[in-house]
């Protein structure tokens, strides 16, 4: 079984920029969450998507936004990048029922300069 | 999402036993009590999950207070594998909502 990967890993980008990350779920899994994790701090959420559409949204201005196809794959896209946005970006995978398990991708790392 | 504290930092010595506590006072009836954890340069992990009862899995055990405001995770040996941040999150009984919440997790440190 084939675990969730995240493409690229670092990338670095210049303020006013836009970004695009993606995600490939692991296999069976129909739901994908994205994270945000700044240096030294725990994975804050951006968003989760089930069945190609956004079920859910945290606290992340609409310049955060996503997509999931058919395959269940996903990419995350950032517009009018911010020095803020620098942060380890994680993608999440799973089935969705009660209390289900997420697995998690290795992320990817962002620097905006 | 009812919030959860935990000590910045631990320490333990290879094979010994750990004790990683959790409080959460204002927890909910239906309220349950998730562990992840995220080694160096990795994205999080599952390691356990209960509502009332204490839980074992492979990874860990999990021991809940009787009133439910505290937990803690407990590693039976540690390893240096083990050495990694362990976040305690409380998840919504009736929501399929795959939001997790984290909050800045329990460093662990291993020492050989």
């Known amino acids: 079984e084939t675990g969730v990967t995240q493409s690229p890993t670092h990338l670095i980008k210049t303020r006013g920029q836009q970004v695009t990350l993606r995600c490939s779920s692991q296999?069976?899994?129909?739901?994908v969450s994205w994270y945000q994790q700044a240096l030294g701090q725990g994975p804050q959420f951006i968003f989760q998507?089930?069945?190609?559409?956004?079920?859910g949204r945290g606290n992340f201005p609409p310049r955060f936004s996503g997509l999931q196809f058919p395959n269940y794959s996903s990419e995350l896209n950032v517009n009018a990048l911010e020095l803020d946005d620098s942060a380890l970006y994680l993608c999440?995978?799973?089935?969705?029922?009660?209390?289900?398990?997420?697995?998690f991708g290795p992320g990817t790392r962002l620097l905006v300069l | 999402d009812a919030k959860t504290t935990q000590p910045n930092s631990m320490e333990s010595n290879e094979e010994e036993p750990v004790h990683l506590p959790c409080n959460h006072s204002?927890?909910?009836?239906?309220?349950?009590i998730h562990w992840y954890r995220q080694l160096p340069s990795q994205g999080p992990e599952y390691v356990i999950h209960?509502?009332?009862s204490n839980v074992n899995n492979r990874m860990a055990s999990l021991a809940i207070a009787e009133d439910r405001k505290s937990s803690t995770l407990i590693l039976h040996r540690a390893t240096l594998r083990d050495a990694a941040v362990y976040y305690c999150?409380?998840?919504?009984?009736?929501?399929?909502?795959?939001?997790?919440?984290f909050g800045r997790g329990t460093q662990l440190t291993v020492w050989p």
């Open positions: 999440a995978s799973s089935f969705r029922r009660l209390q289900e398990t997420q697995y």
């Open positions: 296999s069976g899994h129909n739901t």
């Open positions: 998507y089930y069945r190609e559409e956004e079920n």
């Open positions: 204002t927890i909910s009836g239906t309220d349950y």
């Open positions: 209960g509502l009332t």
């Open positions: 999150i409380l998840r919504e009984g009736g929501s399929t909502l795959g939001r997790l919440y």
